[in-house]
């Protein structure tokens, strides 16, 4: 984190328009999400003291002073250890947000800093931490770097009230993972397929429009300051299929990302940027892009040091080689280490970072042969690269083996580098999740994730990305929408990426709770605690009713081809993508024992090698991704496959229609815009999930011949 | 046919330049087609006397100076009854093709003009048809209208050396069908989903380019000098899905029509026009479009008379109503019959007709509901409306319920409108039948359908066509392609298109032979014998191949949504499409009968209805087309369905594999470019053959677990 980047563009002020035009009562041109002004009501109607400098400190004070214009509190600012600014002499505050090298600092603060020293020791907040305490009656935020103060606000600013309250023990704040970070899957071109956004389901791109950055930078701003809110410190501009235009961001086009990286850097947000492997080719008309190549290297040396002259916080890379027909190493022979380090060595005098994803698979599998199995591929492909890539290669893994389904182990490779820096990729857009037309709040599946041990013993995935130099990566969900994400409740998913990314061990209901209360603040038509429960009984259960309705116990896909919505049990049966469920008249799944299937489970270190090998082991929401069982086999809670397959189907269409009507309830204690919006999408996921229900009970219906034991109508 | 039409830019000559450039020994730009300059050289090197006036006549008289002008013949011409050109004083003469309204007619013209008259009686060859006779040395063409002389002019062309011959007997020659027809689905503005040309598999479109017509015009002309040379008299030049850039051809965009018609016109080609049945709304500023309110009849009468004033030999509108997503007049709660005469009163005072499509059915069809039944719908559309439609309305009809699928009945529709002027729509682009990938000789196809005998008497669905009025519509196969359709050896398709619906009663093979004779003339390198052999053992039973390894016995679809091509055996069976075939574990097919099924077979007269309904007596290729059957029924041949569908697909497989082993015989002995494109498509194929094959059997295997009674393989 730089805070003494280049010039910023600051001095517009962060009132930005966006803001302004979400903060009177007339119509609501782009929703304020979680950062409504009235979740800053608690810090606006305080005296509040500001000490430090710098741009990040400059956002705190701007923060600060917006919600005061609004609630009637005061914000006073001393910069530094040598300034007496007339601002210090206003007395008596309420609240204090100091940078510990602001020495002297005020009383309330400087206690805070000793106890704080003396509980955890020097420089025990880090980059990114913050300490939070009441000392008397002022609320002290201490951090030892700009982008804690920032964070540090934020989290008062979530706290609301109750950061005034007596009593309140000392907290330390510090993120558990470094890179948390949303990539975009934005074009800069409109893709003839995937249109401006791939696999986008809010509108445009916030960056782009039409083979042109956006003029107005206010929305990117704007997002900057939610991302800041919520805990995410880095962004990628653009999609990792990098196309001719794309390609030319780091080049000639450098001026769109600096423009970018200059609206985020005051919320502490760095910037990435998605490359192609041939780059040397296709814009420096070399020869080659062989990693080992001179020439080549010299390339990427030069090119990556102009990028530092103009975003002198630059992030780094992010790069898909060798996948779905992205070029890669592979082209010239050589390993994904030789890639990666290639780019890695051209960051590195700048502190810059490559995230070198590991979705790397043969996309033009002969689905008539059951060997070979995309799950293994990435393992395959990295886990005997361990050791060999440099310290500031971060590969970046999908959660799962396959591809952000609702259901999936958790991908091998995670356990499998201990020697790499690993990311973990979530998809926060929801692709295989509802494509943001669906209620399908994701930190439930997440927090699964995060929580699964490899080894049967403490060491997570949550704290496998927490290791020295980590991440957590989400594909964002974000469009020029003017709810941010298509479906105003998807606004959740956004925020417990990032909240998730800080603190992996945060319940998810906890998370939803407090996304609740920013978002949704009490209004003149009362019914707040309706509100709460109902998007509680909504949200919290939301994954498990999309998974009951789609495919089942973790087979995964069963969508239509190409956009991925809706269901098609056989659209990916017989094609190269190698995502098969092979269902015949007599059972279903993919045998990946070590038995008799593809060995996949051998990937895995114990206890999940033998659990998951086990067919009695073997976790029931798995069962299909590991075995392939008869319609007649026994889950463990007594019920038949085919039995487990029509009473979920059933029931997740009916719990869909709940939703509808629980969100009925909420008709006129909500701004009128939103709950249509929300209607909307109901109405279309209800009849979806219907869809869903009766396509695959009749699918297996049709197949098996069992008919319900229930005696339920299947068509 | 209006021979007096508005002046023509054909003083530019008919030399045109693609056809210069395939005159030359260089590279080919655009290919000849069915018109390489050695299919004039009979003609060319005769002495040949022109008689009559007129642009047709003069194309004739142009065609004839070009052949002679390459193979030394000569051309005279005498204009009309007082004229004694110079021309005429050129003494002995082998050919005379003569207008016999050019009275005083040369001696050989007027004793072939006698003897017709005397077979035949006056009038006896009507607008386009001619008389061909040998008296003495001269062979003779005779003609009354000048389009009948362009045609005869076509026809010797054909025989060649043959026309020459001495014994031949007279010959008299009318088309059966008057409208024969071919219908563009070229978009002017690239639609985002269905390009340029929709279902368009060779190129762009030969008018329109990207919003505007293409400004060179030389490939539409060569165009009209192809369909002359086959028997094809209009061509509708935009989709008839009419998007908003479309529509306005009807209005301030005339003038690209009018361009189209002027280049058109010297072969005797007239120009239609696709239109909305919204244009009194989308252009006309109207509040309405209902075909009863007085403004839009107005509307159209105006509008209408505005385009005779542009194009003075307009065909007429082309219509898709109430459609896929048209709009029509169900909007107004009025009939087919009301929408249509409303179009038919406004072009009745210029001789125009309007060709309403009967390709109405519901497609947000519930897959759940089997009691509805896509094949029923234009029929229960339109057979109420017998009758009621103005004598220039002509109900173009596809030739199936369905839609342009391999196999499929005739649609009943045939026969259950003997008021109504019908046309019946074949599709000439290779929609469901390879998309000019595969090689598919369509017109064995098209000969079953017009021979068939919906009474089981005389009365052929051709017969029915060729009914006063009638037309033979096909959905044209020709882009910007350098071949005209992608495939080179799909131009056939187009040629046997032209040529049966002049003569429905010719033998496909004997055009096929035709179309070789005069598209690949003896070379350089000889083998002709093998190239003709070669293509006949190629061509003549492909449509049987293709069908053999798609879908089986007459269930249809099966193909990947969207763009159609490939398997997808499951692809269509839960769509809202209407297009099943409800395979389960037990059997497959569509039940359609009227004792347990939709009761399709009631629409269609004795003997068929009680053929298709008996189990027993509905022929196998339309088994699973009527009726749904365990996988053990018994064929006729004594084969199970199950055992047909792996035989068949295993067969035509083999046989894609054994076309490209026959085209490999041709190398060196065809135009490189044209071998290499041709193989290059073989081998896409053979592939595809293997997927419908592969997919096809594995489906069925897994659904009915009954094995291969060979042991062939089944993934």
Request: proline share 0%; net charge positive.
């Given at each position: 984190m730089s805070d003494a980047a280049a010039p910023t563009r600051f001095g517009e002020g962060p009132l930005s328009r966006a803001a302004a035009r979400t903060a009177g009562d007339g119509p609501v041109d782009v929703h304020s999400a979680w950062l409504p002004p009235e979740a800053f009501r608690a810090v606006g109607s305080r005296r509040a003291l500001v000490c430090g400098a710098g741009t990040l400190v400059g956002t705190v004070r701007h923060e600060l002073a917006r919600a005061c214009a609004r609630y009637g509190g005061t914000v006073a600012w001393r910069s530094g250890p040598a300034d007496a600014a007339p601002e210090d002499r206003t007395g008596a505050v309420d609240l204090v947000l100091a940078l510990s090298t602001a020495a002297p600092l005020p009383a309330p603060a400087a206690e805070v800093a000793e106890e704080c020293r003396r509980r955890h020791g020097a420089g025990a907040l880090g980059a990114e931490g913050f300490a939070l305490a009441r000392t008397g009656d002022v609320t002290v935020v201490l951090a030892e770097e700009p982008a804690g103060l920032l964070h540090g606000l934020f989290h008062v600013v979530r706290l609301g009230e109750s950061a005034f309250g007596a009593g309140r023990r000392p907290e330390r704040h510090r993120p558990a993972v470094r890179l948390r970070m949303l990539d975009h899957w934005d074009n800069v071109d409109v893709h003839p397929v995937m249109g401006q956004v791939e696999r986008g389901y809010a509108g445009g791109s916030i960056f782009w429009r039409d083979g042109s950055p956006r003029g107005d930078l206010t929305r990117v701003r704007d997002y900057g300051r939610l991302l800041a809110a919520c805990g995410v410190n880095a962004v990628s501009v653009n999609n990792v299929n990098v196309h001719a235009t794309e390609a030319r961001l780091l080049t000639d086009r450098l001026g769109d990302v600096a423009a970018i990286a200059d609206v985020l850097r005051p919320y502490g947000i760095r910037v990435h940027l998605s490359v192609t492997f041939a780059a040397p080719v296709v814009l420096g008309g070399l020869p080659t892009a062989d990693p080992l190549d001179a020439g080549v290297r010299a390339w990427w040396a030069a090119t990556t040091r102009q990028v530092y002259d103009r975003v002198p916080d630059f992030g780094g890379y992010v790069v898909k080689a060798d996948s779905e027909g992205q070029p890669g190493p592979f082209t010239y022979g050589r390993s994904h280490a030789d890639g990666a380090n290639l780019l890695a060595d051209a960051l590195a005098p700048f502190w810059g970072v490559v995230h070198w994803?590991?979705?790397?698979?043969?996309?033009?599998?002969?689905?008539?042969?059951?060997?070979?199995?995309?799950?293994r591929a990435a393992f395959d492909h990295f886990a005997p690269l361990d050791g060999r890539f440099r310290p500031n290669v971060v590969l970046q893994v999908k959660h799962g083996p396959m591809d952000f389904q609702a259901r999936e182990p958790v991908s091998p490779v995670v356990a499998a580098m201990p020697a790499t820096r690993l990311a973990v990729e979530v998809q926060v857009t929801q692709e295989y999740t509802g494509q943001q037309r669906h209620v399908c709040y994701l930190a439930p599946w997440w927090s699964e994730l995060l929580g699964f041990a490899p080894w049967g013993d403490h060491r997570t995935v949550a704290a496998l990305a927490a290791g020295e130099g980590g991440g957590l990566v989400g594909v964002s969900n974000v469009g020029d929408d003017p709810f941010w994400t298509g479906h105003p409740l998807a606004q959740a998913n956004l925020y417990a990426f990032g909240r998730l990314a800080w603190d992996p061990r945060l319940d998810p209901a906890a998370v939803l709770d407090e996304w609740i209360g920013l978002t949704f603040p009490p209004g003149p038509a009362g019914g707040h605690d309706l509100v709460r429960r109902t998007l509680h009984e909504m949200m919290d259960d939301s994954w498990r009713t999309y998974e009951r309705y789609t495919a089942p116990l973790g087979v995964g896909f069963m969508v239509r081809p190409g956009h991925h919505y809706g269901p098609d049990v056989d659209g990916y049966e017989y094609t190269p993508w190698g995502t098969y469920h092979f269902a015949d008249r007599d059972g279903v799944g993919v045998d990946r024992t070590r038995a008799s299937g593809t060995g996949f489970t051998g990937q895995y270190p114990q206890p999940w090698r033998d659990v998951y090998e086990s067919l009695d082991r073997c976790p029931d929401d798995l069962l299909l991704f590991f075995h392939h069982v008869p319609y007649g086999h026994v889950l463990h809670d007594g019920s038949t496959v085919i039995q487990h397959i029509y009473d979920t189907h059933f029931a997740g269409a009916e719990e869909a229609a709940a939703l509808r009507a629980r969100w009925d309830r909420l008709d006129g204690l909500l701004d009128p815009g939103l709950h249509t919006r929300v209607r909307e999408r109901l109405d279309e996921q209800v009849r979806c999930a219907e869809e869903w229900r009766d396509q695959v009970n009749a699918y297996f219906f049709r197949k098996s011949g069992v008919p319900d034991a229930r005696g339920r109508r299947i068509p």
């Open positions: 994803r590991a979705f790397v698979y043969d996309h033009r599998q002969d689905w008539r042969d059951r060997s070979t199995d995309r799950a």
